[in-house]
């Protein structure tokens, strides 16, 4: 079943909160001269139109990306997001979101590698078209949950894994968290990124349970809450898990998630929530 499309979604509060983890970790793992893999296992299409019809008829990213892009307050650890961002809208004008392979595109250094793979028949092509003269860079039309066997350990000893399914399919959220275990044994010293949406928070909280159970050390919960939760209105709240986190995300998520809560949800609902939920 392949019938999610980010096109829909792409530069929502969500996307927002993804996106700056993102960032963040690929800054902080530049800080080493080394070069590193980039593993994107669900990239999506790579580039959405905010004009499309996709983007139009949600509206989504107007209570999103829309509402801090060119904000004159932006928190400096904003910075390497906002500027990926603008990046791809450079008249001044929202037409374009960057989705993580392209922030990852616009960060990531020569020396770097980047690994991509999406299945949708639609998005896979685009996402191809977006780095056919990008050197470093390999899309393939495969299972993303398969690459975590295939592609680790990267041969640069160094790597950053994003997972983002779409959870259309229940089994995602155990799939999570078998894939990253397939990861995590051969390859113990990556940052590995999982986004998750809060539907029903039952389901969030039995996956952590899972992967704790896994015995991974060192995850850090990140998470941003538009509304309560709730099982009557759909997806409430985003997160990110972080295995083996870069030391400062942790102080840097605290200070952000607070501004970007009071930027996305100006009425004060919902919350924020950043733990270490196992430690090193
Ligand atoms: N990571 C993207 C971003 O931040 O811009 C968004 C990805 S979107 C949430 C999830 C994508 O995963 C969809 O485009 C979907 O087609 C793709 N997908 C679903 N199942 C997959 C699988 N088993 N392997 C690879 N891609 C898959």
Do not use: C
């Not at 509206?59 to 892009?69: M, Q, V």
């Not at 592609?151 to 229940?170: M, N, V």
């Amino acid at each position: 079943m392949l019938s999610y499309r980010h096109s829909f979604h792409a530069g929502n509060h969500a996307d927002v909160l993804k996106h700056t983890v993102q960032s963040l970790i690929i800054t902080a793992l530049k800080e080493k001269e080394k070069p590193f893999l980039y593993l994107d296992t669900h990239a999506g299409a790579g580039r959405y139109q905010l004009s499309g019809e996709h983007a139009e008829r949600t509206g989504e990213y107007l209570e999103g990306i829309a509402k801090l892009w060119q904000r004159d307050d932006i928190p400096e650890a904003l910075t390497p997001y906002l500027n990926a961002v603008k990046a791809y809208n450079s008249n001044g004008t929202l037409r374009f979101y960057p989705g993580s392979p392209l922030i990852a595109r616009q960060l990531l250094r020569e020396q770097d590698s980047i690994h991509l793979t999406e299945l949708h028949p639609s998005d896979f092509p685009l996402l191809r078209g977006e780095f056919q003269r990008d050197t470093r860079a390999k899309v393939v039309r495969e299972d993303g949950y398969q690459q975590l066997k295939s592609q680790l350990p990267p041969a640069s000893r160094r790597g950053f894994i994003l997972i983002d399914p779409p959870y259309e399919l229940k089994t995602d959220y155990q799939a999570v968290v078998k894939g990253i275990q397939e990861g995590y044994k051969r390859f113990a010293t990556g940052v590995y990124a999982l986004w998750y949406p809060v539907v029903l928070r039952q389901q969030i909280k039995r996956m952590l349970k899972d992967l704790e159970a896994t015995g991974i050390r060192n995850i850090l919960q990140i998470e941003l809450a538009m509304l309560p939760d709730s099982d009557r209105y759909g997806m409430t709240a985003s997160g990110m898990i972080v295995i083996n986190p870069p030391w400062k995300l942790h102080a840097q998520m605290q200070t952000l998630l607070l501004w970007l809560h009071g930027v996305l949800a100006p009425n004060g609902t919902g919350h924020t929530l950043i733990e270490q939920v196992v430690p090193e």
